[in-house]
């Protein structure tokens, strides 16, 4: 997670012209709102003249420090933001050092609800969860379209637009004192790390064993907020901490179990790492009982700091499958409208990170009812189906063949959204003044379950497409102006070569020049769908690929030597030009020496898999016809070649046959030389698999 989302913040158009010394001389005025303007334009200075404070820092800082104790929320929270921007500038470590125990406790102090956020979050009100949610407590969600990465490649990395909400208090959305502080601690954190503890671990012992609540809650938030940027120096402290957070995940306060919730779900990782008896088993069951909470934000804060947990456990989990799912589907129960939704992704997590695990009959049994139940309550054109679709999608490539009774209503449904919205899109390009625009979310997230159910059936959806019209809506979904319909549309491409290429082969023709065009890195996301879709086609078509090559070769040999492309899009793009080499070796072959250095470094860092084993048999075979394309590069290829750790038998020969031939090719002396460069872990590795 990153640092809390800023709000308040002010859209800078222009400098102020006048000097600082301007600023100083309103900066004791008695009107709170002219304190408040002179803190808003020191800190728009911080962000495009800083050049014009440095000389007079020291005093700024001093000011500032008094003004984030204002008596008026509002110049507090003013002056606050400017820790937050100072934490941005390059300057900030050289200025703020000396002030720093100054300013930790007053973050630390901002960071208490007020009496009146305890009176507008209802902090008095424990027992909440049979009051219906208003609409306007349900925030809009949007669909993350697929992405596809290599197989078991993908670090569950957040993107920093997926992070929850950082603070625990997200009803109370106006941007206040707490998360203005509670930010400014956390990016401060990511700046001086270890050098933070020494002022914050003595107010920490205060407030974290503090008998008022509020005070006690505080402590709590502090605790997460300085989680990221501070891990190593907190490792030490964790035993004793993490059972004492535990601990107040039975707090009788639902603002102290929420915020407890949030602040575990920080450490999770660190947890994970130890012997699962010793902190894993009891986080994990004080916050299944949480989940059941009868307070629904503790209830949401769980559920979130759960999905955290399974992320980061993954495998872990396994033994406690069941326990796990019967709280998971008492919640369904239980669960008001706006943690339902949250509940769908604390199951889909479950589902990503378990895999095959969860392909039992009891399990089967215990949640495919209550989401079948939901998914026939919901109509075509309600936005909770995003969540349950999305769940779902994670369910069905889980369950793999454990998913087939559930199956085909899901697939058609899912074809029908695709056709409906088409069918509303062009009824609205034809005439936009009679028809709404449609809503392409419900498209691109049935295209998604669609590739769940494709990877999840395998073979078995073979029936299924064979009884729809999804070849010729893929073919209309492909061309939609919206990049994301195009990129969820490629990735189910890409999945139904795999599952059942008999029904993509006649489409072939026609949807290979869309591919070629989609080539394009200026849409990241597309483009690596598109690369990885025709990768998957290579290996379906093997030589009757030839008439395709040129449509997309020079395309992903511009992408593999373009500057800073993302790892993903690189290591895609070198996997498809090795099985493109691998079923057109003379067609590809003379272009080699073009791409052979960056195909090698971006797929030495990779594991040993299926995709890997293709590409590598691809380069072997263009090796074969176009030996002069890899001379002058050739220590890029030994390296990758090391990165194997166990090839296949066959694949183990082509390389041993490329080196030995190399090295006879050079001579004895001229390999010794060549050799010498190597560096000392590479010429062993070489040495011992391969005897050169």
Known sequence: MGAAPRGGQQQVRECP????????????????????????????????????????MHSIIQYMLQRTQDSDENVALEACEFWLTLAEQPICKEVLTSHLVQLIPILVNGMKYSEIDIILLKGDVEEDEAIPDSEQDIKPRFHKSRTVTLQHEEERAQDPEDAEDEDDDDTLSDWNLRKCSAAALDVLANVFREELLPHLLPLLKELLFHPEWVIKESGILVLGAIAEGCMQGMVPYLPELIPHLIRC??????????????????YAHWVVSQPPDMYLKPLMTELLKRILDSNKRVQEAACSAFATLE???????????????????????????????????????????????????????????????????????????????????????????GFLPYCEPVYQRCVTLVQKTLAQAMMYNQHPEQYEAPDKDFMIVALDLLSGLAEGLGCHVEQLVARSNIMTLLFQCMQDTMPEVRQSSFALLGDLTKACFVHVKPCIAEFMPILGTNLNPEFISVCNNATWAIGEICMQMGAEMQPYVQMVLNNLVEIINRPNTPKTLLENTAITIGRLGFVCPQEVAPMLQQFIRPWCTSLRNIRDNEEKDSAFRGICVMIGVNPGGVVQDFIFFCDAVASWVSPKDDLRDMFYKILHGFKDQVGEENWQQFSEQFPPLLKDRLAAFYGV
């Open 311 to 401: 992320e980061e456990a993954c495998t872990e989990l396994v033994p406690y499958l069941s326990f796990i799912l019967d709280t998971l589907v008492f919640a369904f129960g239980k669960y008001q409208h706006k943690n339902l939704l949250i509940l769908y992704d604390a199951i889909g997590t479950l589902a990503d990170s378990v895999g095959h695990h969860l392909n039992q009959p009891e399990y089967i049994q215990k949640l495919m009812p209550p989401l079948i139940q939901k998914w026939n309550e919901l109509k075509d054109e309600d936005k909770d189906l995003f969540p349950l679709l999305e769940c779902l999608s994670s369910v069905a490539t889980a369950l793999q063949s």
């Open 249 to 266: 995940l039975a707090d009788k306060k639902a603002l102290v179990r929420s915020i407890a919730c949030w602040t575990l779900s920080r």
């Open 17 to 56: 012209r006048f000097p600082p010394q301007h600023l100083f001389a309103l900066a004791v005025d008695e009107d709170p709102e002219v304190r408040k303007n002179v803190c808003r334009a020191l800190v728009m200075l911080l962000e495009v003249r800083i050049d014009r404070l440095i000389p007079h």
